[in-house]
């Protein structure tokens, strides 16, 4: 039986009342927090920075958080976001100038190290880097606003990464980002996803955060 992790991304939060939103989703059942970080560069929109992460940390939320850059360049962030408390931080690799150079300062601020590929992004990029990664965070729908259409292709993207790391022996987690919802979960699994990113299905329910996610976990084990 497989199980799929759970990551929520604030990005649908109200964040009006961030840190209540996480401790209510938290004690709903989610097991990851995703933070996404855009920068009106990279992508055509703006969220937050490293002080935002501090505060979710000062209000008190211990749970794993996982920092999504989805900025460019990448290595002037890294630092601040493992001040400020991040456990992973995932960047997408065409964002900086040497993509092993940023693994390792990730590594050094003693951070676990994730790789985001949007929906063109080759599978090349994975090259000689594997050994060093802990996630691969696999995008469903193009970087830069929630609330998109998961993409089909997406399926099979999933599958034949997850083929490539099925033969590394170190454990690499797939995680699935966008336009995740419960008719699309169960399939998403069985292509191979360890972790699902899931904001607006979450947080812009009309159910509340204990009825959906146990309703999403009823869909994530697998036989």
Do not use: W
């Not at 993509?99 to 190290?113: A, E, F, P, T, Y």
């Not at 929630?146 to 997406?154: E, K, N, R």
């Amino acid at each position: 039986m497989t199980k799929c992790l759970i990551a929520a991304s604030i990005l649908s939060a109200n964040f009006a009342c961030l840190g209540q939103e996480i401790n209510d989703v938290i004690h709903a059942g989610a097991d990851i927090i995703h933070f996404d970080v855009m920068d009106n560069h990279y992508v055509p929109n703006i969220t937050i920075g490293p002080t935002v992460l501090k505060a979710i940390r000062d209000y008190g939320i211990n749970s794993i958080i996982d920092v999504h850059l989805m900025t460019k360049p990448v290595d002037n962030l890294i630092i601040p976001f493992a001040q400020a408390g991040a456990d992973y931080i995932t960047f997408h690799p065409e964002n900086t100038y040497h993509v092993d150079r940023s693994i390792n300062l990730i590594k050094q601020c003693g951070c676990k190290v994730g790789l985001a590929l949007t929906p063109t992004t080759p599978l090349s990029y994975l090259d000689y880097v594997l050994e060093k990664i802990d996630i691969i965070l696999i995008m469903a729908v193009n970087p830069g606003y929630a609330g998109q259409t998961f993409l089909p292709v997406i399926y099979n993207k999933i599958q034949n990464i997850n083929n490539i790391v099925k033969k590394q022996t170190n454990k690499i987690l797939l995680s699935v980002d966008g336009g995740i919802n419960i008719n699309n979960i169960s399939k998403i699994v069985i292509c191979g996803a360890n972790i699902l990113v899931i904001g607006s299905f979450i947080f812009n329910n009309t159910m509340p955060y204990i009825q959906t996610i146990k309703y999403i976990k009823k869909k994530i084990f697998i036989k």
